[in-house]
């Protein structure tokens, strides 16, 4: 284990974490909106905003996938020292952790149960720009429309038909976080 | 010096509570089992709006706790005291002022705003309990939208009684999916869950169960095209700050049977009060 494994944490884990919290609930509950989210000081490529997000979320209970480029030496030290968490297979995870063409196809991850839908995958999906603009969201938390530059349309849509079971995004960027729950209808532009 | 941690919670129960805050969220309406613990307080008293508050208290919050709508009974002091204490939390008896509130059994009169959070205790959080006893079948009818049995009790009251009598604890629909209990609110306030600004978290400590309903979401009343859902209240204006449009308490005042009807509210009435407003039984101003 590199010793930069042991830095990079919360300092005050029990204030940091509730404020992060928070960003991420106000995310999560209103589709499309952005919050700087801060704390965390993890390896490259891990964002300042999904470490924060993954030291607020994992503990040794919540199995992580790392897909594609973050599935480093120096990620999975970090993550184990600060949160313990198992790492695990796409079909095995609670969260996934990547860039959006790593962390696809989606048929991978668990969807829930008809009677606990609740047993799904949270993808934490790192990303290069993240701007409340493009691609139209409406659905629970949005007054009348919202916008949100979604890496791709085809895929999201597809796990809004599977409401009430599906994958629930995290879109996270630098220091700044969005959410996408299942429940949110996309409306894209014809020429998607 | 604090003894706790933050908010009295570890911080793997508050991560366990929060991820399932989460998915609460994603599916709106849908009760999320999580491992409720053992607080400083009896269950019945809360503890499920106590850990679901805990959970998501920064210390920059400004807290409130309402009991049927009043700041000053005992369950209501005693939550907001312990939230001072080990979340060091500021609190306030003040709607507009306050960033969470933690009610029992009401949802205040003065509108909430975007910048609020409001946390309700559950006891009992399945609609159909009363009808179907056994969690896998509850379970399975919620996975088949199987909800004909709780239109059947509805109808059996318009049958028995001529109308809908169910007047607390009434069954709503969340974005046309989940039938969900609101928890024993009035139907009075029902219509104040529909499209809501704020985030409406719920949390039933004995019965391990979280569900939220996010900001702007679809929240409707179970009814007939013939029997549409009517929220109602006490046919009287409040004898203290004469308000018509509050849900109103019944008090009776003496041994005569002599009752005064009181905004179960006690902030909305006390701050239309010192706006100067009077009602039947208001005492004559020195």
């Known amino acids: 284990m590199h010793s930069e494994a042991l830095s990079g944490g919360f300092a005050d884990p029990p204030i940091q974490s509730a404020q992060a919290f928070r960003k991420v609930m106000e995310a999560m509950a209103r589709p499309g909106t952005i919050h700087e989210i801060s704390g965390a000081e993890p390896p490259v490529p891990l964002s300042q905003a999904a470490g924060s997000v993954l030291l607020t979320l994992c503990d040794g209970d919540t199995p992580i996938h790392l897909a594609g480029g973050h599935d480093t030496e120096a990620i999975r030290d970090w993550l184990a020292f600060h949160t313990g968490a198992p790492l695990a297979a796409a079909s095995e995870c609670m969260f996934a952790l990547g860039r959006w063409e790593a962390l696809k196809p989606l048929s991978a991850y668990p969807l829930g149960t008809p009677e606990y839908p609740d047993r799904s995958a949270t993808l934490i999906v790192e990303c290069d720009e993240l701007a409340a603009e493009g691609v139209e969201l409406s659905g629970p938390g949005i007054e009348a429309r919202a916008a949100l530059s979604l890496p791709e349309v085809a895929a999201f849509r597809a796990n809004n038909a599977l409401f009430p079971l599906g994958l629930d995004f995290i879109f996270t960027c630098g220091s700044r976080l969005a959410a996408l729950p299942r429940t949110t209808r996309i409306h894209a532009p014809e020429a998607c | 010096m604090n003894d706790y941690n933050f908010a009295y919670l570890d911080e793997q129960t508050k991560r366990m509570i929060r991820r399932a805050i989460l ?47 009043a700041d000053d009974t005992t369950n209501a002091v005693s939550i907001r005291k312990f939230f001072e204490r080990t979340a060091g939390v500021a609190t306030t008896e003040h709607t507009g002022e306050a960033t969470v509130i933690q009610t029992r059994h009401r949802i205040p009169e003065t509108p909430l705003t975007e910048d609020q959070i409001l946390v309700f205790q559950v006891p009992i959080p399945e609609p159909l309990r009363f009808l179907e006893p056994r969690e896998s079948e509850t379970r399975k009818m919620h996975s088949l939208e199987e909800y004909g049995l709780m239109h059947v009790k509805l109808y059996e009251d318009i049958s028995r009684h001529g109308h809908i009598a169910t007047s607390y604890a009434y069954p709503v629909r969340v974005e046309g999916r989940y039938v969900m209990d609101p928890s024993p609110i009035p139907k009075f306030d029902n219509p104040k869950l529909d499209r809501s600004p704020a985030i409406q978290l719920f949390g039933a400590g004995r019965e391990q169960r979280i569900y939220a309903i996010p900001p702007y979401t679809r929240v409707v009343s179970l009814d ?13 204006p409040c004898d203290l700050c004469g308000a018509e449009d509050s849900y109103l308490d019944e008090v009776i005042i003496d041994d005569a049977g002599n009752r005064m009807f009181v905004c179960s509210d006690s902030d909305y009435c006390a701050s239309r009060q010192a706006q100067g407003h009077r009602g039947r039984l208001s005492p004559e101003v020195a």
């Open chain 2, 23 to 69: 998915k609460g969220l994603a599916i709106p309406g849908y009760q999320v089992p999580f491992a409720s613990r053992e607080m400083p307080m009896p269950y019945g008293w809360g503890t499920g709006g106590v850990q679901v508050s805990a959970a998501i208290l920064t210390p920059g919050d400004t807290f409130k706790v309402i009991d049927q709508g």
């Open chain 2, 224 to 236: 007939f095209e013939d029997h549409p859902f009517e929220a109602s209240k006490a046919d009287h």
